[in-house]
């Protein structure tokens, strides 16, 4: 009988620290896919390096109360699969967003951003913005545009000078 209480202090513990290491986590119910839908989806999510797993709602509960993160135990009813990333915030959001588009079985419940519980509108306006690489991309293009229009500039006025000498 101690044995089950351990295993499950253990769970509670591993799910914890999984809420606590994880820079975004996704809630989900997957009533309704079909295996080969999970496992499309699973390896979907496991390319990107998330973790996706299924646990008891009860040990679920108690490790978000562990890991001091309040108003999830009222997403955690029926059947859940928990979505953890431990490096970029938005790829969790982003592919179960598209997987939810194309199968209509796959409800996105909630998530969880630095310790606070998002809802699922702001799950989707997260899965909508641009990737790590796209948002570098961008700031880069911003810094460049002030040189490349110096530059430019220059070549305009050396060329308008060439044209008065000549």
């Not at 119910?29 to 990107?48: F, H, I, N, S």
């Not at 909630?110 to 606070?116: F, H």
């Not at 796209?134 to 044209?163: C, H, I």
């Amino acid at each position: 009988m101690s044995s089950v209480i351990e295993q499950k202090k253990q769970a509670v513990e591993e799910i914890a620290s999984k809420f606590k290491n994880s820079a975004s986590t996704v809630v989900v119910d997957y009533r309704g896919l079909t295996v080969g839908q999970v496992t499309e989806l699973r390896k979907q999510l496991r390319e990107a390096g998330i973790e996706f797993k299924v646990f008891k709602n009860t040990l679920t509960r108690r490790a978000a109360e562990t890991a001091e993160i309040s108003g999830l135990n009222d997403f955690l009813t029926g059947p859940n699969a928990i979505a953890f990333s431990n490096e970029d915030v938005v790829a969790p959001a982003k592919i179960l967003n598209d997987f939810a588009k194309k199968h209509e079985a796959l409800e996105i419940k909630a998530g969880v951003l630095e310790g606070n519980v998002v809802t699922v509108e702001e799950v989707k306006a997260l899965a909508e913005l641009p990737s790590r690489d796209g948002l570098l991309s961008m700031l880069l293009s911003v810094l460049q545009a002030p040189m490349r229009n110096f530059a430019l500039a220059t070549k305009a006025v050396a060329e308008q000078k060439e044209e008065q000498g000549a």
